[in-house]
């Protein structure tokens, strides 16, 4: 019984539109694809942070080796492509919300917190299993102080495994109020998505919906006061945010004109992007610009890969669809069993990138992607049951309170 369940989840998750692979389309292909490449850019980037050598002391020199190094070190960058694929992706859904005119806060908070949080909950509990676990062992604990010259470990993690860390990081409140919790320092990126999920929704709705306008004055004042209040690093993300709901406006414009070939747009437009992406790998841009410009260039981009021209093939669609539903597990379970595995297994030692480094490493990947698949299957793949059965108790007592009201006015 067990068994089967699983089985059922793994193909209702893990291939889930099967329609399309078996078609050959998915308007989406290539954007689901960079989102699985961008959740596996975060996590191969913390893993050989935590596995090899800093390039500056590797004996170790090639091209090959460089490759690796500056490869794995996308990390911040493709965050940047995730607030746009979002920025995307959500605005669309509360832009043809409000355009049916059934736009509920109600029903876009219920989709947006079951979301999240039946992910982010039992990433925090495992955070703290995790951190708890490798402390007790003890092989490696400047791991969890901040004391290694580690730069993804740069603060004393041990110390932010409170109840109150805890429960900021839950309400998304880590880098505004908390820090993130434990060593889950990937954390501070779902800060910004929540606040990013209120703020323009409170924008848009007040413009586009039919509400009364004391309700949009305050939404609007909901609005300014969260620009008050937010951190100015986090509006500068916003920035970017928004640069996909521009995508989204452009993709709705029929009958676009270019004075030059969609192929060659599209080729330019990818290497004025891998150009900012270098510029900002190398840190020739200053912080607040680097992360506009990798932002804008990727729109750009990703203006050219919404309507793909042919059908894709039933292992790219695969691939797409299996890293693009397992990049939230991915981004959100990775980073504190890493860090478990580099003070249990490796005892803090870091490698040359030799065959045998590469190797372990190569072993490593294998493993914790294997942990984060089923991280997946048992929280993330659920998340549509969940979501559901809320709605359905919302619309049983709904009609109940209905039927009430009914009876209530028979009985005057």
Known sequence: MGIARLRKVNIGGLLQKRTQISTGFNQYVHLDMIRGLAALAVFLGHLRALTFLDYAQSNIKGLFTYALY???????????????????????????????????????????????????????????????????????????TGAHSLNVISRDASSNLGAATFFGNFFFLQTILFPAYGTNGPLWSLANEFWYYIMFPLVYATFRGTTSLVVRTLQLSAAFALIWFLPGGLLVGFGVWLMGFGVYLISQKDGITLPISRTFFKGVTFVVFICFLGLSRFHLLIDLASDVAVGLSFAMFMCTLLRPSKPQGTLYLGLSTFLSNISYSLYVFHFPFCVFIASALLRGNRFQPSIRGIGLYVALCSFVILYTVGAYLLFEARTDRIRNGLFKRESTKHVAAASAGRSDLGTV
């Open 70 to 144: 500056l490869l794995t070190g996308l990390g911040h960058q493709a965050v940047m492509i995730f607030f746009v694929l979002s920025g995307f992706f959500i605005s669309r859904s509360i832009v043809k919300a409000c355009d049916r005119d059934n736009w509920s806060w109600r029903n876009y908070m219920i989709q947006r917190l079951c979301r999240l949080w039946v992910v982010l909950l039992p990433a925090l509990v495992f955070t703290f299993a995790w951190d708890r676990l490798g402390l007790i062992l003890s092989n490696s604990p400047f791991l969890y």
